[in-house]
């Protein structure tokens, strides 16, 4: 199925509902929790989810969903996550990654690194100019969503402290090319949209399947 197609397929308020859960999970969701999330009977969820699997929107998997494994465990559930591959569309057609892919290509190849970090930095600062101060995780995490880095809270094991882990790499499509170069270049970016003295910081702490950066609190606001 294209691009248009696939997307197409959200039009539909309860499919793009249960899509929308799904993503946000991070993990595999039944159809039963996906039902009740959407509020819709599982027969119905089950139908639509698979629809946006055969769209290539959500991949499939089954797993016993109670736990237990041996007699009595009872039958392997399907499960859904968001798809790993990108959809986009752009009428007339345009290839805005190839263009990314070769200015980071010659960027890296021309030791470009920390003038790209300065120009990110700058465009951070800008954003936050225009949005306002970022003063706590929640305002953060509303910039952060508005940007499509899907961030949700995660306590630090360490610490104990909040911080904001990112489901979603804006920049993923190049940055898997291009690491050391567009990871820096993404946590410039944030660091100018969080303040360099503000009470939030942005740093490098790269998690499989995730943003490379992780935010949290400044070292000068803990307790």
Same mark, same amino acid.
């Given at each position: 199925m294209n691009d248009i197609d696939a997307i197409a397929l959200l039009q539909d308020p309860v499919r793009r509902r249960l899509y929308e859960y799904v993503a946000a999970q991070?993990?595999?969701?039944?159809?039963?929790?996906?039902a009740e999330a959407a509020g819709v009977a599982r027969t119905l969820a089950a139908h639509h989810l698979d629809r946006?699997? =055969? %769209? &290539? $929107?959500?991949?499939?998997?089954?797993r016993r969903l109670t736990g237990r494994?041996?007699?009595g465990?009872?039958?392997?559930?399907?499960?859904?996550?968001?798809?790993?591959a990108e959809r986009s569309v752009s009428l007339p057609a345009r290839d805005y990654r190839t263009a990314a892919e070769l200015l980071a290509e010659a960027a890296e =190849? %021309? &030791? $470009?690194?920390a003038g790209l970090g300065a120009a990110a930095r700058r465009r951070g600062e800008a954003l936050r100019a225009a949005a306002g101060p970022c003063g706590d995780l929640a305002r953060a995490a509303d910039l952060l969503a508005a940007r499509g880095y899907e961030p949700y809270p995660e306590r630090a094991e360490d610490s104990g402290r909040e911080a904001l882990r990112m489901r979603n790499c804006?920049?993923?499509a190049v940055a898997?090319?291009?690491?050391p170069l567009v990871c820096g270049m993404n946590l410039a970016l944030l660091e100018g949209l969080l303040g360099a003295d503000g009470p939030l910081r942005a740093r490098m702490d790269p998690r499989p399947g995730e943003c490379c950066v992780v935010v949290e609190a400044s070292k000068n606001?803990?307790?």
């Amino acid at each position: 199925m294209n691009d248009i197609d696939a997307i197409a397929l959200l039009q539909d308020p309860v499919r793009r509902r249960l899509y929308e859960y799904v993503a946000a999970q991070g993990r595999e969701v039944g159809r039963n929790e996906a039902a009740e999330a959407a509020g819709v009977a599982r027969t119905l969820a089950a139908h639509h989810l698979d629809r946006l699997a =055969e %769209a &290539g $929107l959500l991949e499939t998997g089954s797993r016993r969903l109670t736990g237990r494994s041996g007699p009595g465990a009872g039958r392997p559930a399907k499960v859904y996550t968001r798809a790993g591959a990108e959809r986009s569309v752009s009428l007339p057609a345009r290839d805005y990654r190839t263009a990314a892919e070769l200015l980071a290509e010659a960027a890296e =190849e %021309a &030791g $470009l690194d920390a003038g790209l970090g300065a120009a990110a930095r700058r465009r951070g600062e800008a954003l936050r100019a225009a949005a306002g101060p970022c003063g706590d995780l929640a305002r953060a995490a509303d910039l952060l969503a508005a940007r499509g880095y899907e961030p949700y809270p995660e306590r630090a094991e360490d610490s104990g402290r909040e911080a904001l882990r990112m489901r979603n790499c804006p920049f993923h499509a190049v940055a898997e090319h291009f690491p050391p170069l567009v990871c820096g270049m993404n946590l410039a970016l944030l660091e100018g949209l969080l303040g360099a003295d503000g009470p939030l910081r942005a740093r490098m702490d790269p998690r499989p399947g995730e943003c490379c950066v992780v935010v949290e609190a400044s070292k000068n606001n803990h307790d």
